[in-house]
Structures are given as structure tokens and as C-alpha cells.
């Protein structure tokens, strides 16, 4: 009996290829996994590290940004690894799988230690885990569909990303309340064993997951040095130039989004987190008047629980009545997402200067530079992940995602490398207060600006896994 693991290219149908459900569910635990434990790094970082005696030993908030924009750096620059294994040796499934694995040993390493060396044990294990595994995943969604059914792959990336900030959202509401609740009822030594630990079963479910799928999957044969020759072809590197231009524009976005796990969490810190009206909350039984108020680190959560209400008023409602005025190319959403996240950032300079103020700022403020950000996001990244992978030809999917996620990798480090910058030897740091968010909204803007010459001057080809391309 010949299983599905034996076909290289898709089902001839007009419906839903088999095997979407099993890759939806993987995405949605890992990104629970992945989530839940970014959500609480900077605050587990800058409260409840240890030393080797079991001390508490916290790092300061700059070096703690830094850490894990770092560690978000290093996440996404290992896809192009991944991408190379997979597409020369490996094939996508045996990547994935393989790597997951190593995802899962990283997230049980941080439970069990929980010195700095721990921690840099588990950093590193779940980057490589993750960062090899993202560009295979998203590539074999594309994977799934042919020229019959191609009017689906708009729809299944629109559920790709809603699977991802479903675990998301879930996880990031969920792990910053773990981590308090251990604190709570076990000290600090106890910080963080039950918020990872979980963090660590739905990587080992989603790895699970994806397994029971291997039956159901197109498996696209590894190219060998063929997928070299193809990159290194006239065609493959002109494709490549053309996209890392424009990943160059995309990379400043990621800047900004991704301090919302790292110095917006920092800044709630300084809030009011009391989300009811004081009336309703009073009028809360006793035991429940805590639900009035939020985490820090919960407040991520809120990017989420956006997406998921937001993608389909963008997809039904904003992205039709645009088009009735102004015809959106994909381009044309990203130069918009630009321009967008930029005012998130005005939103947190108003909220810093309130606090350096004196004031306690409401956390609404917050929620607001989040909706701005989260229609961003939904212009810029949703669009480019499409993007990049009708832009690749046949052979070049992997490592063309791989090369739009170092857009996200360059980002991170722009980010950390400027709260290295700031924070000097002796003195203040260089950019305090609003005068860090003002720093990055200009940057933003300057972006976007450049990127609108750019997009009007791009021409592309589209391509499908069983057409070699379409103009």
C-alpha cells in the first residue's frame, strides 16, 4: 500500500488538501510553547533569575531588552539553516520533526536550571529548534496546494496565522498568571517551573501532532545541490535581489513590534493595570476583584486576541472598501503597515512622558498602541509571509521564507544593539523616557517614506508547486 508520504506533489482538487488540520494544530501549540515563553522572559529575567548558590540574581532592564532581542535575532537568522538542510538534504518533514525534538530539551532545560546558565542553555536550544523548523513549516502549507485548489492558499494563510495567535493568545495569558501563581505559593526558587514546564508539554504535543500527520502530507523531495544550482541560477539570484530589497524596508517594522514583549512589558510595569471601572470592581467578590487588574506580561496577549478579531475585518470589510477606491497589491499593504506601526510608538512616547511625569497612565493606553500595531501586523507581516512564497520559485520556498524571516532577525538585532548603545559605562542611558519611542518612530517613518519609491518600481513573477510560474 502506497501511503501519502510517497506523493511529491499536491492532490488534484478544489477543497482543502488533507494533512491541513494536523499542521494547523502543530502551529497553534508550538506557537503556545514559543509565546508563552517569550511572554515571560524579560520579567523572569529582571525578578527571579538565580545564581548558582540559589540567590536571586536579576539582570537590569537594558541588559534584559538585550537578551532577548538577541535571542529573537538568533530565532530568526537559524531559518536559513533550516531552509538549506531541508531543501538539500533533509526534505521538510525530517527537519521538522528533528529539530522539534531539540525545541523540546530547550524548554525542559530552563525548567530544571535556573541560573543564567540555564537560561542561556535554553535560549539556545530554542532557537535552534524554532529557528530550523520556521521556514519548513510555513513553506509546507504552499506545499499542500496545487493550481486546482490555488485559490485557497490566500484563505489557509489567513488560518495559518489565526492558528498562530490562537496558541499565542492562550499562552501569553496563561503563562505570565503560571508564573505569578509559582512565586505565590512556592517563592522565587519555585519562579517559573510550572509556567515553563507547561511551555514544554505543548512543544511536546505539537511535535506529537505532527507526526500523526506524516501520511496525510505532500512531501516535497529535497533538491540535493540541485537546489544550490537553482539558487545560485541568473533566475535565483535575481529573485533573491529583488525580495531582500524589500525585506531591507521590512526589517525596521520588526524593531518595533517586537519591543512589545520586551519594552512595553517593562513600560506596563509602570502603569495603572486595573482594567474594570473601580465600581465594578468592588462590586466583585472578594476573591475575584484581582480579576480587575492584569499582568504585565499579560498585556501581550492583547496583540492576539486582535489578530483574531482584526484578520477578518481587514479580509472582508477594510480590504474590499479600499479596493473599490484604490487597488491594494501586496506592496501597497506593506507600505501601508509602515506607515501604521509608527503611531503605535507615538502612543508609548505619550504614555512615557505621563510617567516620567509623575503620572500613573492608564493601561487603556497601551491596549491603543496595540490596536495601531496589530493592523501593522496584519498589513505587513500576514502580507509578506504571502508574499514570499508566491514570489519563490518551486525549489527556493523554504529558503526564500527563511530569507524574509532574517528581515525579522536584522530587526531584533537593530533593537538590541541600541539598548546596548544606551546604555553607556558610567551615566544615564542615552535615550530616556519618550526619547527612546520617539527614536524608533522617526526611524519608522524614514522607512516608510523610502519604501514607497521601491514598491512602485518592483515586478515579480508568482509561482505554485506544480506551475513553474505564472505571470
Known sequence: MRH???????????????????????????????????????????????????????MNEESAKAWSHWFLSATYALPVVGAL????????????????????????????????????????????????????????????????????????????????????????LLTPWLLDWGVRHY??????????????ALMVCATAAFWMGRWKFVHVPAGGWSFVRDTLSKEGLWVLAKLSVVYLFVFPFWALFDQTTAAWVLQAEKMNLQWLPDGLVQRLPGSMQSWGTVLPAQLTSVNSILILLMIPLFNYLIYPAVNRVWRLT????????????????????????????????????????????????????????????????????????AIFL?????????????????RPADGPPRLQGAAYYWFFVWFMLVTAVLFVPVAMAYRGKTYTQDEMNTG
Open 330 to 401: 501586496p506592496l501597497r499593504k506593506i507600505g501601508a503597515g509602515l506607515f501604521v506601526a509608527a503611531g503605535s510608538f507615538v502612543i508609548c512616547a505619550f504614555v512615557e512622558k505621563q510617567i516620567g511625569a509623575g503620572a500613573q497612565p492608564s493601561v487603556w493606553w497601551q491596549v491603543l498602541a496595540y490596536v495601531i500595531i496589530t493592523a501593522a501586523e496584519i498589513l505587513v507581516s500576514i502580507t509578506a509571509l504571502e508574499f514570499s512564497y508566491a514570489q519563490a520559485p518551486k525549489r527556493m520556498k523554504s529558503f526564500v521564507m
Open 406 to 422: 532574517l528581515s525579522i532577525s536584522l530587526g531584533n538585532a537593530f533593537a538590541a544593539a541600541v539598548n546596548e548603545w544606551i
Open 187 to 200: 517563592g522565587i526558587p519555585g519562579a517559573g517551573r510550572l509556567a515553563f514546564g507547561v511551555c514544554a
Open 85 to 172: 538542510l531541508s531543501d538539500i538534504w533533509l526534505g521538510k518533514y525530517r527537519t521538522i520533526i528533528g529539530f522539534s525534538l531539540l525545541y523540546c530539551l530547550g524548554l525542559f532545560a530552563v525548567v530544571v536550571d535556573r541560573t543564567q546558565m540555564g537560561l542561556l542553555v535554553a535560549l539556545g536550544l530554542v532557537a535552534v529548534g524554532s529557528g530550523v523548523i520556521k521556514p519548513c513549516v510555513s513553506a509546507n502549507v504552499g506545499d499542500q496546494f496545487g493550481s486546482s485548489n490555488r485559490h485557497l492558499l490566500a484563505p489557509i494563510y489567513n488560518w495559518f496565522y489565526f492558528a498562530i495567535n490562537l496558541g499565542a493568545f492562550v499562552s501569553m
Open 4 to 58: 501519502n508520504s510517497d506523493r511529491s506533489t499536491p492532490v488534484d482538487t478544489d477543497r482543502m488538501p488533507p494533512g491541513i488540520g494536523n499542521i494547523l494544530v502543530n502551529e497553534a501549540a508550538e506557537r503556545f510553547a514559543f509565546y508563552g515563553f517569550r511572554a515571560i522572559l524579560v520579567v523572569y529575567m529582571t525578578r527571579y533569575l538565580l545564581d548558582r548558590s540559589g540567590a536571586v540574581a536579576p
